[in-house]
């Protein structure tokens, strides 16, 4: 027994996920932005939602979250400093605190940067990592509210030092192109090659809708041990050199 993912399309590129534990069937729900396609897999797995975590406050991770909680009658969790911006917002939480599903157990890591109330969700025995829009495949989110520092501590200590077969879950389906932007940062890198060729191998037959993706189209989950390989920001070898790449990232 452990711990069943199911990897939700939703919006145009976003990754939902219902985190069942095999042994109880309770279930958790991260960053849910559409109730449908979600109360869908629920029915289909037959998991009882017992909790909706996000990992931050941004619409397209958050907004389906009233109404999942009124369907489930659950609380919805996000971190302490958002209890005035995270929509359906009722428990918070913080960096060291522990989330149950069923018999799973996740730590929270405090992540501030893309926004000033990131966390992730790590369950060390299922080796899974919910990061939300902090750490992507190849990439990691943009600067909105925190500093490259805030980035670097979040991104180079916190989240790489986690085992490197931690599965990493993240928001998006980014990882394309945030590889096409490694290989130009670091064009001699043999791994980043690797890895962009297969995702474009994944992606070249994807659904023209994204919420019809299947399993093989989809480049996630990532493992930590991967992301040192190939993601450039994770690699920076200083917090301005990561805010450095960030802003060409941006301009890419």
């Not at 730590?107 to 939300?132: C, E, M, N, Q, W």
């Not at 189209?217 to 070898?237: C, H, V, Y």
Request: proline share 5%.
């Amino acid at each position: 027994m452990g711990l069943q993912i199911e990897r939700i399309p939703t919006l145009s590129d976003n990754y939902t996920y219902l985190v069942i534990c095999e042994a109880t069937r309770e279930a958790a729900i991260v960053d849910a932005p559409e109730a449908d396609p979600v109360i869908a897999r629920v029915k289909e797995t037959g998991a009882k939602v017992t909790k909706i975590l996000s990992t931050h406050h941004h619409p397209d991770h958050a907004m389906a979250n009233p109404k999942l909680a009124e369907t489930y009658g659950v609380p919805v969790v996000g971190h302490v400093s958002d209890s005035g911006r995270l929509a359906g917002y009722s428990d918070g939480v913080d960096e060291g605190d522990v989330v149950q599903v069923g018999n799973e157990t996740a730590r929270v890591l405090f992540i501030p940067s893309h926004t000033t109330g990131h966390v992730a969700y790590v369950f060390d025995d299922a080796k899974a990592l919910f990061s939300g829009d902090m750490l992507f495949a190849g990439g990691c989110g943009r600067l909105f509210e925190g500093t490259a520092e805030m980035m670097y501590t979040a991104l180079c200590e916190k989240l790489a030092r986690l085992p490197d077969d931690m599965r990493v879950y993240c928001g998006h389906e980014y990882t394309e192109g945030n590889l096409r932007f490694a290989a130009h940062v670091e064009p001699d890198n043999a791994d980043v090659k690797k890895k962009l060729e297969w995702a474009q191998k994944v992606r070249a037959h994807a659904a023209a809708d994204w919420h019809d993706a299947t399993d093989d189209e989809m480049t996630i989950p990532s493992t930590i041990g991967d992301e040192k390989k190939t993601n450039p920001f994770m690699r920076s070898p200083d917090a301005a050199e990561l805010g450095r790449r960030r802003k060409l990232k941006d301009e890419f």
